[in-house]
């Protein structure tokens, strides 16, 4: 399933604080990046970071999010993600929060 234009514009205004956020299309989702850094990835309407930092992956964890698999027809077990976590449900539902966890996201590729 693709990402719906109308969950695009939605995590779009969630994030507008953070400034521009550039989008381009990857297979059926949409690649987010702000000035030249990956922020995160949107499929199957979830908004997913990429968190490489160990430390923040536990918060992720703790908060209820999940790493990004997906199936191939070859296997029987999902491909897990290591660094593609969910956006924590309460923070879908709060721009503070959200945008607190964007900027996060950003800074570690500092």
């Known amino acids: 399933m693709s990402v719906s234009q109308e ?8 994030l507008s604080p953070i400034g521009h956020v550039d989008t381009s299309r990857m297979f059926s989702g949409v ?11 949107l ?42 976590w969910s956006a924590p449900e309460s923070a879908m539902d709060n721009g503070e929060e959200i945008v607190r966890l964007a900027e996060t996201v950003l800074r570690q590729t500092e």
């Open 7 to 14: 969950y695009l514009e939605y995590v779009l205004d969630l």
């Open 31 to 41: 690649l987010l990046k702000v000035g030249g850094k990956q922020l995160g990835i």
């Open 43 to 84: 499929f199957n309407q979830t908004l997913y970071f990429k968190v490489t930092d160990l430390n923040l992956q536990e918060e992720y964890k703790e908060k209820g999010s999940v790493q990004f698999t997906y199936t191939r027809k070859d296997t029987v077990d999902p491909v897990v993600i290591k660094n593609w």
